[in-house]
């Protein structure tokens, strides 16, 4: 019973099975009942266990879920704890069109109008995936994993503006959209008279706090006769670069410094 707290789901193995078959009825009522008291959010019996009478009937009088599964108790504790962490983890609703570019989770923000949708329609056109359109659903799964995820009434669907409400799983096929996804990148579209708040050699790479995540944001401004799906595929790329150690404007800088130094050696010379 020292394992066994309130509001917790209580597996039940072969040790604990082989526990209650070897009581006497009224010591296995006892334990039953002392089993019970504790208001437990619900009772897992693994291993194909049969379910004896009384903790069947206890369960009925308490109200408490009861459950039997075929698999092993360590596995089904494991699976457990992953189906509870992800149902019951910390979540937020963003405003953005989340996709899949090239196998990284970025999701796009900005203003209304500035053109969010249209270029996630431009970029499920190239191959990539949509997974939520408007809404996006965040989930802090792990401390420093977000996972994002479309509602239920809006998957599949985008709207676009002039086209209206559009199916891309209809359009383009099954491969065109994901349930899910790791958010890793934010891509925030804004308007081109905010080109001065650019920082035009991102050596100063900007981040956006999630549930006390750091994400990756990269600001890109919007203007006539710019490629923007063009653009967020190299930025992703340049992310994925710069997760692997590759910093083009570090190497930039460090080219122009030693130039410079080159340059002061020969006038010194």
Known sequence: MNFVHPNRVQVLGCAEMDYLAKLSPEALQQAIDNLYSTELAAVVIANDEAVPVALSEAAERTATPLFTSPEQSPDLMRLLTYLITQALAPSTVMHGVFLEVSGLGVLITGDPSVGKSELALELVSRGHRLVADDA?????VAPDILEGRCPPLLR???????????NIRHLFGETAVKAKKNLKLIIHLMPAEHWH????????AQSRDIFGVAIPEVRIPVAVGRNL?????VAVRNHILRQRGINSAEEFAERQRSAIAQDTFSDDD
């Open 197 to 204: 708040e650019v920082d035009r050699l991102n050596m100063n």
């Open 229 to 233: 799906a063009v653009l967020v595929e």
């Open 156 to 166: 599949d669907f985008m709207e676009v503006r002039g086209l209206g409400v559009i």
């Open 136 to 140: 996006v659903e965040v989930y802090a």
